[in-house]
């Protein structure tokens, strides 16, 4: 008798189902009053920002003011601007004058004595500053990194994606809404430069010696994708010949690594040429690329993506897949700058649908090996992430009170989209709702139920139980089967009510896909008992009922 293949893994047979279920935390009043859009937030209509602060690397502070724009949607009294501690609003006015306000915990309320008339467009404008928090752990704890270059320069910078923009600037600190653009003018020492989101529009000289640096935003962007980065830069560039004409490709740099970075940022027009393939036109011509060498490891940040890699291929030299491919590339250039697609074009609404934009970025590490080193390349790296996944806890999060769910959406959202793929089984159909999430999608806050609603209409498949397995349970499928009565009979275990991924399965060699009910066996007809073999691109566990 042929050798069958037997995984048994006990201890996902004695997992009990919770489909929702969550580390255990305490949640506050701040948690929902951050998360929730609150009706001091619906009322209006953000537009546009301008940033205008003074950033001191003498006393690690900031001040200034910021202006927003907005239209009414209906009438209201009350405006609710976020800023968290340490620091402060000094002065919030309105048509010149000054208004009241107050503040409950991270939130501050805006009293308007302005009537507020449905579709009228006003400004209010928010004077703040102090001490920033600083990240002690950048880019996964928020807030400003301040350090010096090799040099003895102050070398700073923003990361703010789970702790909120509000960490270090007065905004509207909820992903549904964004500006249609934005001004920042950032003030530093003179001897010094900033970088920050789309075209550059000049620099002032000012009286005391300082800078003023002036950036403007065409498009859309949502509110942790702002940043700032400040040091001793020098500036490269190319333009890139894309499907959507001309773009500009600006790298800022520490001055001493810039014969490194000319070399090692070969690698931009290669991700621009592999994701414009996989995903369609760079969403932000209007504004450019950017990569910008930041004090830490990196981050998406619009039109402005950081850099802290070590001019190194892998993850800090490190292949993540332990398959040798991810060698061939610098983790951070490729996987942020993706996130222009998936992130900064396609955004969460909520913090707990993170998954739209790192699932389909780590997969995106996948497409860009296929894409230059051919379609077996691309699925091993797939296949090698997969020991990087935890099943610690649903990849969706909390709602309405700013909580991510598992560190697994990366690793196992790719596997998942990995496998919808494999079901998909046509790849020129796959490219196209890839490309087509883009161009439906483009600058827009979308929710899991968008982005699950249109791949499951644009692969005539039922996944949803799919979604709900890997997105909303923390089982690995068990796919059980033995042979009897002529036949083979399977089924699905350890897994969501109505779970009926189809799967491929080889037997004795030969290919064979499996459709599933919604439940009990199913049976195949006709099978003499043989080598069983489950495609290595499923993740899932096998068990051979028979045994040997």
Not at 57 to 73: E, K, M, N, T, W
Not at 304 to 322: A, E, K, L, P
Not at 458 to 471: A, G, I, M, N, Y
């Amino acid at each position: 008798m042929l050798r069958r293949l037997l995984l048994i893994l006990t201890c996902l047979l004695i997992i009990p189902y919770h489909a929702f279920s969550q580390r255990s935390m305490e949640l506050t009043r701040q948690d929902t009053l951050r998360g929730t859009i609150t009706p001091e937030r619906e009322w209006w209509d953000l537009t546009f920002y301008h940033l205008d602060i003074r950033t001191d690397p003498a006393d690690s502070s900031l001040s200034g003011y910021v202006l927003i724009r907005y239209d009414v949607l209906k009438p209201h009294d009350s405006m609710q601007i976020d800023l968290q501690p340490p620091l402060e609003i000094s002065r919030i006015t309105q048509d010149g004058k000054d208004l009241d306000f107050a503040r409950d915990g991270n939130a501050w309320f805006v009293q308007l004595e302005k009537k507020q008339l449905t579709g009228e467009s006003n400004e209010v404008k928010v004077f703040y500053g102090g001490k920033p928090k600083v990240s002690r752990r950048p880019p996964w704890d928020d807030g400003l990194t301040w350090s010096y270059d090799d040099n003895g320069n102050p070398f700073y910078a923003t990361s703010c994606q789970g702790g909120g923009a509000s960490i270090w600037w007065p905004c509207k600190d909820h992903m549904y809404d964004e500006p249609d653009s934005m001004k920042l003018s950032i003030t530093t020492p003179g001897n010094l430069m900033d970088v920050s989101n789309g075209r550059y529009k000049g620099v002032d000289i000012n009286p005391d010696g300082t800078k003023t640096w002036h950036w403007y935003v065409y498009n859309p962007i949502n509110n942790y994708g702002v940043n700032i980065n400040v040091g001793d830069y020098v500036h490269f560039g190319e333009v890139y010949d894309g499907e959507a004409g001309k773009l500009d490709c600006d790298y800022y740099v520490l001055s001493y690594n810039l014969e490194r970075a000319k070399e090692h940022f070969k690698q931009v027009p290669l991700m621009l040429e592999a994701f414009e393939y996989w995903f369609g036109p760079y969403p932000f011509y209007e504004d450019g690329y950017k990569l910008v060498e930041a004090p830490y490891l990196g981050m998406e940040h619009q039109s402005s993506v950081t850099y802290g890699n070590g001019y190194m291929n892998g993850y800090r030299g490190r292949d993540i897949s332990g398959t040798g491919w991810g060698e061939k590339f610098d983790f951070i250039i490729i996987h942020e700058s993706g996130h222009e697609w998936f992130a900064n074009s396609i955004t969460y609404r909520d913090i707990a649908d993170m998954w739209i934009h790192e699932s389909f970025i780590a997969y995106s590490e996948g497409l860009f090996v296929e894409y230059w080193y051919g379609r077996e390349a691309g699925f091993e790296y797939l296949r090698g992430i997969r020991s990087n996944i935890a099943n610690d806890r649903n990849i969706i999060g909390l709602y309405d009170v700013n909580r991510s769910g598992s560190g697994d959406m990366y690793q196992k959202g790719a596997t998942m989209l990995h496998m919808i793929r494999q079901i998909v089984n046509d790849d020129e159909q796959w490219r196209a709702i890839l490309r087509g999430l883009n161009e439906t999608f483009r600058h827009q806050t979308v929710s899991t139920g968008q982005i699950e609603g249109y791949m499951e209409e644009h692969t005539s498949f039922e996944l949803q139980p799919v979604f709900d397995q890997f997105l909303r349970d923390t089982r690995i499928p068990v796919f059980e089967y033995r042979f009897a009565d002529g036949g083979l009979r399977y089924r699905w275990g350890n897994t969501v009510r109505g779970f009926n991924m189809p799967l491929k399965i080889y037997l004795d060699g030969q290919e064979t896909w499996l459709e599933f009910g919604n439940r009990g066996w199913s049976f195949l007809e006709d099978v003499k008992p043989g080598e069983l073999v489950v495609d290595k691109d499923f993740y899932v566990a096998v068990l051979n009922l028979m045994g040997e």
